[in-house]
C-alpha cells in the first residue's frame, strides 16, 4: 500500500511537472482555450518554419528578437505599472476576464521571447570556445543548464503560476504571502538572475556571440522592469 502511494505521488509530482512546463512556455493548462491552443501552435509552426528554412538566416533572427523583445517589456511595462493599461483591461472586462486576456498575450509574448533567444544562438554558430575540449564544454553548457532551468522551474513552483504571470501586479493588490521559501530562502530574484543562465548556456553550446549578446541585452531588460516597476510595487503592495 505504501509504495503504491509513492508510486501515484511520483506521478502526480511528475504530472505536475509537466503542466508547470506548459505554463512556463506560454500555454497555461488550467485557462486553455481553444484560440489560446490556435495562437500557441500556429507560434510551435512559425518556429519549425524557421528553424526548417531560415536554419542560419542570422538577420532573420536578429529582427524576430528584437521585435518580440521589444514587445515584452514594452507590454510588461505599459500594461503592469501603477496607472498601467491593466486598469483600462478591468474596466473594460472586469478583474478575472482581464487578467485572462492579458495573460493569453503574456504567454504569447513569453513563448516568442523564448524561442527567439534560442533561435539568435543556433542561427549564428560561431568558434568562440575552439580553444576549450569539447567534453569540458559540453559539461559546462549542461551543468549550466540544468541549475538555470532547474532554478527557474522551483522558483515558479514555489511562487506559483499567477505570480509568475504578475497576477497581483495585474489587479494592483497581494493574492498571496510574500515568498521566502525555496530558492528565495537563498537568492533575492532567482528567477531573474540564476534562472536565466539557461540562455547563455545554449549561446555557448553553438559558441554564438550574438546568443550571448541576446541573452545579455534580455536578461538587462527584465531587471530593469524589476527596479524600475516590479520593485516598487512590490514595496507598496507587500511592505518588504
Not at 505599472?81 to 472586462?93: D, M, T
Not at 569540458?136 to 540544468?146: G, H
Request: charged content about 15%; hydrophobic content about 50%.
Amino acid at each position: 500500500m505504501a509504495s503504491k502511494r509513492a508510486k501515484n505521488g511520483f506521478f502526480r509530482f511528475i504530472l505536475k511537472l509537466i503542466i508547470l512546463g506548459f505554463d512556463l512556455s506560454g500555454y497555461v493548462i488550467k485557462h486553455a482555450s481553444i484560440w489560446r491552443s490556435i495562437v500557441m501552435l500556429s507560434s510551435l509552426a512559425l518556429s519549425v518554419y524557421l528553424g526548417n528554412n531560415h536554419t542560419h538566416n542570422s538577420d532573420v533572427a536578429i529582427y524576430y528578437f528584437i521585435a518580440s523583445e521589444i514587445c515584452y517589456i514594452l507590454f510588461i511595462s505599459l500594461v503592469l505599472s501603477e496607472n498601467g493599461l491593466r486598469k483600462r483591461f478591468v474596466k473594460k472586462w472586469g478583474e478575472e476576464k482581464g487578467y485572462l486576456i492579458y495573460e493569453g498575450i503574456l504567454g504569447f509574448i513569453f513563448y516568442h521571447n523564448f524561442t527567439s533567444i534560442g533561435y539568435v544562438s543556433s542561427s549564428s554558430p560561431g568558434n568562440l570556445f575552439d580553444f576549450v575540449s569539447p567534453v569540458i564544454l559540453t559539461v559546462v553548457v549542461a551543468i549550466m543548464f540544468f541549475t538555470g532551468f532547474t532554478v527557474k522551474v522551483w522558483s515558479a513552483w514555489v511562487v506559483g503560476v499567477d505570480i509568475y504571470y504578475w497576477k497581483d501586479m495585474f489587479l494592483g493588490k497581494k493574492i498571496s504571502d510574500f515568498v521566502v521559501v525555496g530558492p528565495y530562502k537563498y537568492i533575492r530574484n532567482p528567477m531573474y538572475g540564476i534562472g536565466q543562465i539557461q540562455a547563455y548556456a545554449v549561446a555557448i553550446w553553438y559558441q554564438s556571440e550574438n546568443g550571448l549578446i541576446a541573452a545579455a541585452v534580455n536578461q538587462i531588460c527584465v531587471f530593469s522592469f524589476f527596479y524600475m516597476v516590479e520593485k516598487p510595487f512590490i514595496k507598496r503592495v507587500y511592505h518588504t
